[in-house]
């Protein structure tokens, strides 16, 4: 198993430009995340999905748009990048809603908009 | 302000010492705590969990404890090697979801030979 992969693994943007973060997970697992991790902080929720179809904000969407097809996949979008949105950007899966299920992260997608 | 406080903020240890790092958090209602090992360049990777009801666990070299009253917890790794290199993160949902995440901003700890 592959766990979550996430492509590309580096990119430069510059402001205005719009890109898609990929992620998948060979787990089958319901559950995805993604969050972005700004230095010297916490790990942020930028939107989660409980199933193919079902998805939904969670504390920092905004600039950010996701959709969830298939079990497997479950893309990022970015439009109109900023500087702000200077991070590295991580994808989760977890085979369950409940906190007690351990979340299995992607390697990170790490993004500069200059 | 932070519900989930990491101390200190690096660490730089020699190959075979011990260390002990600290997580305080405010998060309620309480749940559990998970510590993840983060290697530079990599997404988190769970090292434990603590429920309310536990007060000890090990994970091979690593032992996490927790404090429920005082909402404190420590993550200490013996006889340390150096691919213990990494940034260690502290995090307590809030509530039994799995969306409601908070984590802490973690301790860089480098193991020096």
């Known amino acids: 198993n592959a766990g979550v992969t996430q492509t590309p693994k580096f990119r430069i943007l510059k402001i205005g430009q719009s890109m898609t973060l990929q992620c998948t997970q060979d787990?089958?697992?319901?559950?995805m995340y993604w969050y972005r991790q700004d230095p010297g902080m916490g790990l942020k929720l930028i939107y989660y999905?409980?199933?193919?179809?079902?998805?939904d904000k969670g504390e920092v969407p905004n600039g950010y748009n996701v959709s969830r097809s298939t079990t497997e996949d479950f893309p990022l979008r970015l439009e109109l990048a900023a500087p702000s949105q200077t991070s590295v950007y991580f994808c989760?899966?977890?085979?369950?809603?409940?906190?007690?299920?351990?979340?299995?992260f992607g390697p990170g997608t790490r993004l500069t908009v200059t | 302000k932070n519900q989930v406080e990491q101390s200190p903020q690096s660490l730089i240890i020699l190959e075979g010492k011990n260390c002990t790092l600290q997580?305080?958090?405010?998060?309620?209602?309480?749940?559990?705590l998970r510590w993840y090992k983060q290697d530079t360049g990599r997404g988190p990777v769970s090292l434990t969990i603590?429920?309310?009801?536990?007060n000890t666990k090990s994970n091979g070299r690593y032992t996490a404890t927790l404090d429920a009253d005082t909402k404190q917890s420590s993550l200490h790794i013996t006889a340390s090697q150096l691919s213990d290199s990494a940034s260690y993160i502290c995090?307590?949902?809030?509530?039994?979801?799995?969306?409601?995440?908070?984590f802490g901003t973690g301790t860089r700890l480098t193991v020096i030979p």
């Open positions: 989760a899966s977890s085979p369950g809603t409940s906190n007690l299920y351990e979340q299995y």
């Open positions: 787990m089958n697992h319901n559950y």
């Open positions: 999905s409980v199933g193919a179809g079902i998805t």
């Open positions: 997580c305080n958090y405010t998060v309620s209602p309480f749940s559990n």
């Open positions: 603590m429920t309310f009801s536990e």
């Open positions: 995090v307590v949902p809030r509530g039994t979801g799995a969306n409601n995440l908070f």
